[in-house]
């Protein structure tokens, strides 16, 4: 049987030895692979666009074109690439821009080395790497307005089903789908049907979107 491809991964920080160390620890790896990098944020597109990655390591504060921006453009490309932010600050308000430019979660820089390799194969298969406490924090400074009450306009919201609002509840507290069908004692399959329509009727990329419309608009409230 054939090896599945590795996950192919661009490193974006301005920092040469960062990206030399990252390098190291993913091309130690024999299901990863380093397959461009980036200096700065004005170099992240072309980098992308030629080596086609399926994973973006890219640093949130970056000169010239800053992550936040790079992280637009990337998502904006056709078959995007996900897009991990790397921060020295959990809290930083510039990871919330960039996972609202499209990013499908956050990494510390002083992750270890096996929890940076398990945050690129999470991400690379579709997941999303969020801390909730993180997110809880940040989208208080962004809240749009208070909690709808019952029967209020909640936008998007008020689309989705008593069951799929459960499910986007758990989401925001960083449950899988797994976890979730523990939860609510359901099929992981019949999870993420509901996960899906949660992200139609969102308008949403992923969960790391729907989690954030979840806050901005009340519908969860930061504690």
Do not use: C, W
Request: charged share 25%; no cysteine; aromatic share 2%.
């Amino acid at each position: 049987m054939d090896e599945p491809d590795p996950i192919r991964v661009v490193i974006a920080d301005d920092e040469r030895l960062v990206r030399l160390g990252l390098r190291v620890v993913i091309d130690a790896e024999t299901d990863l692979t380093v397959v461009g990098e980036a200096a700065n944020g004005s170099a992240v597109l072309p980098v992308v666009r030629e080596s086609r990655p399926d994973v973006v390591l890219m640093d949130v504060r970056m000169p010239e074109v800053d992550g936040i921006r790079a992280t637009a453009l990337v998502t904006a490309l056709p078959q995007p690439p996900r897009v991990l932010v790397v921060t020295t600050f959990e809290n930083d308000d510039h990871v919330y821009q960039a996972l609202h430019a499209g990013a499908a979660g956050f990494l510390l820089k002083r992750a270890r080395a096996e929890e940076m390799v398990q945050a690129i194969r999470l991400v690379a298969r579709g997941d999303s790497l969020l801390y909730p406490s993180a997110i809880r924090t940040l989208a208080a400074a962004h809240q749009q307005q208070p909690a709808p009450a019952r029967g209020a306009d909640a936008g998007p919201i008020a689309r989705l089903t008593e069951r799929e609002g459960q499910v986007l509840r758990l989401m925001t507290t960083g449950l899988n789908n797994a976890e979730i069908a523990g939860e609510l004692v359901l099929s992981p399959e019949t999870v993420k049907t509901h996960v899906a329509g949660v992200l139609a009727k969102l308008g949403a990329r992923d969960r790391t979107q729907a989690v954030i419309t979840a806050y901005e608009s009340g519908f969860v409230v930061p504690k």
